[in-house]
């Protein structure tokens, strides 16, 4: 199998992805409504419905299954990426299922079932570990990032950049820093174990973006610090 990532000029209009297949490579598309061109036999894109055990609310989600030997191409919206992730049999990871775009033939899928409390931030009940030999396709809204954890000393991720983790390690939600910087940041993973984490870097960008083109830091400071001087302060 191979994949030809395009981008847009300017990146503006997203990014079109397309699978080459040869003869005996099946994929199975997540997000079979993202597939906007189709060459090679009709019987070579078979669609079903898949049941996975107490996921998204329990409801079934669209599968497509593609056969080589064809080729197609799947557009991505502005703002999203997708990226390859070889998986080997040793590999442990569990995965965020909303950023997971195909996985090859070859490759499983197990539900793990959250705590309450991690339940409560993903607001979703399960990961999915992806085992096997082969490859998955993720979705990102950024840079995709890798960092080895540690079994003491930890790593504090962005609780909505996290995209996989290993089964083993430990997770508590937490902040971080001292008193001022956890009450102005996101909640945080803070992470301890053995393998990697990946996570992307790009939800950030807006608002990183919205205070480059404001007006003065002397405003945004005033805004902070003056009752109601968000109200006022314009």
Same mark, same amino acid.
């Given at each position: 199998?191979?994949?030809?990532?395009?981008?847009?000029? &300017?990146?503006?209009?997203?990014?079109?992805?397309?699978?080459?297949?040869?003869?005996?490579?099946?994929?199975?598309?997540?997000?079979?409504?993202?597939?906007?061109?189709?060459?090679?036999?009709?019987? &070579?894109?078979?669609?079903?419905?898949?049941?996975?055990?107490?996921? #998204?609310?329990?409801?079934?989600? !669209?599968?497509?299954?593609?056969? &080589?030997?064809?080729?197609? %191409?799947?557009?991505?919206?502005?703002?999203? @990426?997708?990226?390859?992730?070889?998986?080997?049999?040793?590999?442990?990871?569990?995965?965020?299922?909303?950023?997971?775009?195909?996985? %090859?033939?070859?490759?499983?899928?197990?539900?793990?079932? !959250?705590?309450?409390?991690?339940?409560?931030? %993903?607001?979703?009940?399960?990961?999915?570990?992806?085992?096997? @030999?082969?490859?998955? &396709?993720?979705?990102?809204?950024?840079?995709?990032?890798?960092?080895?954890?540690?079994?003491?000393?930890?790593?504090?991720?962005?609780?909505?950049? +996290?995209?996989?983790?290993? $089964?083993?390690?430990?997770?508590?939600?937490?902040? #971080?820093?001292?008193? !001022?910087?956890?009450?102005?940041?996101?909640?945080?993973?803070?992470? %301890?174990?053995?393998? #990697?984490?990946?996570?992307?870097?790009?939800?950030?960008?807006?608002? !990183?973006?919205? $205070?480059?083109?404001? $007006?003065? +830091?002397?405003?945004?400071?005033?805004? $902070?610090? +003056?009752?109601?001087?968000?109200?006022? +302060?314009?």
């Amino acid at each position: 199998m191979k994949i030809r990532l395009e981008e847009a000029p &300017g990146g503006g209009a997203g990014q079109a992805v397309t699978f080459s297949l040869q003869e005996g490579d099946l994929i199975h598309v997540l997000h079979p409504d993202q597939i906007v061109a189709f060459r090679g036999p009709s019987t &070579g894109r078979n669609d079903r419905f898949m049941n996975i055990k107490g996921m #998204y609310r329990k409801k079934k989600l !669209l599968r497509a299954d593609l056969s &080589g030997p064809s080729q197609f %191409t799947a557009a991505l919206p502005a703002g999203f @990426s997708m990226r390859e992730i070889p998986l080997k049999e040793e590999d442990d990871m569990l995965y965020d299922f909303r950023h997971v775009f195909f996985y %090859t033939q070859g490759v499983s899928m197990q539900t793990r079932f !959250l705590k309450v409390k991690n339940m409560l931030v %993903t607001r979703d009940a399960v990961k999915m570990k992806f085992s096997g @030999s082969g490859s998955i &396709g993720i979705l990102t809204q950024g840079t995709v990032c890798q960092a080895k954890l540690h079994p003491t000393e930890p790593l504090y991720v962005d609780a909505g950049s +996290i995209i996989a983790y290993p $089964e083993n390690a430990s997770l508590d939600l937490t902040v #971080y820093g001292n008193h !001022l910087a956890s009450q102005h940041m996101n909640y945080h993973w803070k992470l %301890t174990g053995h393998g #990697y984490v990946l996570f992307q870097a790009g939800r950030q960008n807006r608002r !990183l973006t919205e $205070e480059m083109n404001d $007006e003065s +830091i002397v405003r945004r400071f005033l805004r $902070e610090v +003056i009752p109601f001087g968000g109200v006022f +302060i314009k």
